[in-house]
T-cell receptor, first 116, second 115 residues
Framework: DVKVTQSSRYLVKRTGEKVFLECVQDMDHENMFWYRQDPGLGLRLIYFSYDVKMKEKGDIPEGYSVSREKKERFSLILESASTNQTSMYLC???????????????FGDGTRLSIL | AQSVTQLGSHVSVSEGALVLLRCNYSSSVPPYLFWYVQYPNQGLQLLLKYTSAATLVKGINGFEAEFKKSETSFHLTKPSAHMRDAAEYFCAVRHRDSNTGKLIFGQGTTLQVKP
């Protein structure tokens, strides 16, 4: 089974701090994704990566950056945390494809981040 | 732009009753389709996916979904609800030309199962 591991289940940080959320997958997947999930808003894509050192903005990248130095690890960085970034953060990975396959995304258990 | 709509943010059924969660997509070309389930304080787990080999797709935990091109729908059903089915359910689509694996998610439907 695919295993996507997020480093923390719960995290509390202060406004202005630089925050790192880590995600590791063990299935050699090319694609990795970061989402945030808020009540009534569903899942919103922050950033994704389709290869090492490659990244693309999702729908809500403002206030975030990412790093993918190794294929198995995808980090989300809150440059200067603000209270409106309090949320559940979900990491996912999937096999790369040429568009002709229906590879699903596999999710970690999430990190519930509170910014005080 | 492609989108996916889940009708009903909350659905409540009695234990043993039929579960029907609705999902419609907007795309001229049928996309790849997925249903995920999220239990409290957990990530999303894949329930089933549409492969285009058959219009009726069977998934885990007794769930199934039927692809209807004429209705641009992919509704999720289960004949008899269990208490353990109480969770949030997400429909997701992926455009067939996408090479990034990006999914577009619906807003989610919370399923409540009453004893």
């Amino acid at each position: 089974d695919v295993k996507v591991t997020q480093s923390s289940r719960y995290l509390v940080k202060r406004t202005g701090e630089k925050v790192f959320l880590e995600c590791v997958q063990d299935m050699d997947h090319e694609n990795m994704f970061w989402y945030r999930q808020d009540p009534g808003l569903g899942l919103r894509l922050i950033y994704f990566s389709y290869d090492v050192k490659m990244k693309e903005k999702g729908d809500i990248p403002e206030g975030y950056s990412v790093s993918r130095e190794k294929k198995e690890r995808f980090s989300l960085i809150l440059e200067s945390a603000s209270t409106n970034q309090t949320s559940m953060y979900l990491c996912a990975s999937s096999l790369g494809s040429d568009g002709r396959s229906n590879q699903p995304q596999h999710f970690g258990d999430g990190t519930r981040l509170s910014i005080l | 732009a492609q989108s996916v709509t889940q009708l009903g943010s909350h659905v409540s059924v009695s234990e043993g009753a039929l579960v029907l969660l609705r999902c419609n997509y907007s795309s001229s070309v049928p996309p790849y389709l997925f249903w995920y389930v999220q239990y409290p304080n957990q990530g999303l787990q894949l329930l089933l996916k549409y492969t285009s080999a058959a219009t009726l797709v069977k998934g885990i935990n007794g769930f199934e979904a039927e692809f209807k091109k004429s209705e641009t729908s992919f509704h999720l059903t289960k004949p008899s609800a269990h208490m353990r089915d109480a969770a949030e359910y997400f429909c997701a689509v992926r455009h067939r030309d996408s090479n990034t694996g990006k999914l577009i998610f619906g807003q989610g439907t919370t399923l409540q199962v009453k004893p």
